[in-house]
């Protein structure tokens, strides 16, 4: 959950607020699934290439 939208009553949340909000979830979702439907598929792939490229490309968002 945001913190912006824990930390207020729901009469004291500004539009901007919950549209900030609202935006970041559907980032981290974005992300999610990129993650899980598209790198973590090519760990399993015949090709060594896309295992190593999705293995490094994990490890930077892991690191960062």
């Known amino acids: 959950m945001n913190p912006i939208i824990l ?6 949340l500004a539009n901007f607020e919950l ?9 981290k979702e974005l992300y999610k699934d ?3 439907n598209v790198l973590f598929e ?3 792939d015949d090709l060594e290439y896309f295992r190593k490229l999705s293995l490094d490309v994990l490890t930077d968002l ?3």
Do not use: L
Not at 7 to 12: F, H, I, L, R, V
Not at 22 to 27: G, K, L, N, S
């Open 7 to 12: 930390e207020k009553n729901a009469d004291d």
């Open 19 to 27: 549209v900030d909000a609202y935006c970041d979830h559907c980032i």
């Open 34 to 36: 990129f993650v899980m």
């Open 42 to 44: 090519f760990t399993k």
């Open 62 to 64: 892991v690191i960062k």
